[in-house]
């Protein structure tokens, strides 16, 4: 169904609705939340490290890790849909893990917008 490598592992920040976590899951894709891992009210930095040491791929709506992703050399998928809402942000990420060619040995930064799809690499 998807392109998304089994190896994959997102981790879902806390600025986004937990329910998205669950229908990545649903659909058969590794997501974690920042609450699972204990991780809620880490600073940016600690988060960065985490994600690196721990292989993840942060879904975030915080327009820091545009910057964070290439001084901590992690793969970012950045939201910028307004408003957050799970119904409007589901179908565009699902239609990003459908399409993905993404190399997910190296850093990058994916831009997720209402109608386009950005990338840094």
Known sequence: MFMVPKKAKFLLDENLDVKLAKALTALG?????LKSKGWTGIRNSDLSQE???ND???I?????FT???DKYQIRVIYISIHPLILSVIEPKLVN???SWNYDLTKPFLIILQEDLIRIRQ
Do not use: G, M, P, R
Request: charged share 25%; proline share 0%.
């Open 29 to 33: 894709l590794s997501c974690s939340t």
């Open 96 to 98: 990003l893990f459908k």
């Open 56 to 58: 993840f791929v942060l």
């Open 60 to 64: 975030t709506a915080d327009k820091d």
């Open 67 to 69: 910057f964070l992703w």
């Open 51 to 53: 994600v690196k040491q």
